[in-house]
């Protein structure tokens, strides 16, 4: 799912959450402030009739990253299969129980988290 040293390649399952919808295009934000964008095509396979009962803004979806470029990732909703997205938000509903019980215990908890990053996954 996620590369233990926050570097993203093409391939990867990703969180992302919606930011806007322009005409066709989804644009999305990543973790670590990234944004990517995806295009109505890769929101559901078939025909859409309403593109927001698949996004809304501030919606958290499971993407694929599919292409890498300098200034764009793009991402697709419908190649990330329901075990793959399960697997991812259980994941990150874990972390998240994590980082809580880590601020409520340590003084700096954000270090320790950037620490095990370093290393491992959440």
């Known amino acids: 799912m996620k590369n233990t040293n926050n570097q993203l390649k093409e391939g990867d399952l990703v969180i992302c959450t ?3 919808i ?14 990517g964008s995806m295009m109505m095509s890769e929101v559901a396979a078939g025909r859409i009739r309403n593109l927001r009962s698949y996004v809304s803004p501030n ?6 990253i599919l292409k890498i470029t300098p200034d764009n990732i793009q991402l697709s909703l419908r190649r990330v299969t329901a075990k793959e997205k399960e697997a991812v938000m259980e994941q990150y509903k874990k972390e998240k129980v994590f980082q809580a019980i880590l601020n409520t215990v340590a003084k700096e908890p ?9 290393e491992y996954s959440l």
Do not use: D, H, W, Y
Not at 23 to 34: D, I, P, Q, R, S
Not at 59 to 64: A, D, P, R, S
């Open 18 to 20: 919606v930011k806007r």
């Open 22 to 35: 322009e005409g066709a295009t989804v644009f999305l934000e990543l973790e670590n402030n990234l944004e």
């Open 59 to 64: 919606k958290k979806v499971v993407c694929k």
């Open 110 to 118: 954000q270090k320790i988290i950037e620490a095990i990053k370093k």
